[in-house]
């Protein structure tokens, strides 16, 4: 296992996050000390919900613009995605909760953490929380679509279960924490 020392880093960006460019020594396996450089982006940790409903066995997930997408090839820059939000105060359960109302405006209380993950660890700080939380239509308390003034511009689909899984398969849904909130539920057997 390698030891890192004279950690030195540069500011490349803060326009929206931070970009630094890392450099630093790496001690390899052979004893022998290596300097590397990286770039490394913080855009702080993240959290993310799969909001299902086992009686009418249905998911709630949105749709929006991403430029980064549309910049590699995705030719209208949508993507369908599961709720997700940068953590506010570092608290990732009030984050999502907070993010289930402002996007999708449902109001949960129950939400339950599954996993977390580093989703781009060669470039991104970010650890990412995944959540899964039980809807039902009483908690619609208002339209969604984002919180005002962030420019979201999100849409809310409400989506039978095998068509959300039909929609991985065929590659229509190619956000990474979506496909992984989704492939949790089929394993976990949420719906028959």
């Known amino acids: 296992m390698g030891k890192i020392r004279n950690i030195r880093k540069e500011l490349l960006s ?4 931070s970009l630094h460019k890392v450099t630093f020594e790496y001690q390899r396996e052979d004893g022998e000390w290596e ?3 990286r770039e490394a982006y913080d ?11 086992t009686k009418k066995e249905t ?4 749709r929006q613009f991403r430029m980064p997408t549309y910049l590699n090839g995705n030719t209208n820059g949508m993507m369908i995605e599961a709720c997700a939000g940068i953590l506010e105060k570092g608290n990732a359960e009030e984050t999502i909760k907070m993010e289930v109302e402002e996007e999708t405006g449902y109001r949960i209380e129950n939400v339950q953490k599954v996993f977390e993950s580093y989703m781009s660890p060669g470039s991104v700080t970010e650890i990412l929380y995944f959540f899964i939380g039980e809807y039902e239509d009483h908690m619609k308390v208002g339209e969604g679509g984002g919180a005002e ?6 849409e809310v689909l409400e989506l039978s279960f095998a068509k959300a899984w039909q929609m991985v398969v065929s590659g229509e849904i190619k956000d990474a924490k979506t496909i992984m909130l989704l492939q949790y ?3 976990n ?3 028959p």
């Open 149 to 154: 003034g962030e420019t979201e511009n999100i």
């Open 185 to 187: 539920a089929k394993l």
């Open 59 to 62: 998911v709630v997930l949105t």
């Open 43 to 53: 855009r702080g940790n993240g959290a993310v919900i799969l909001l299902y409903n």
């Open 189 to 191: 057997g949420f719906f």
């Open 35 to 37: 300097t590397q450089i």
């Open 14 to 17: 803060d326009n929206w996050y």
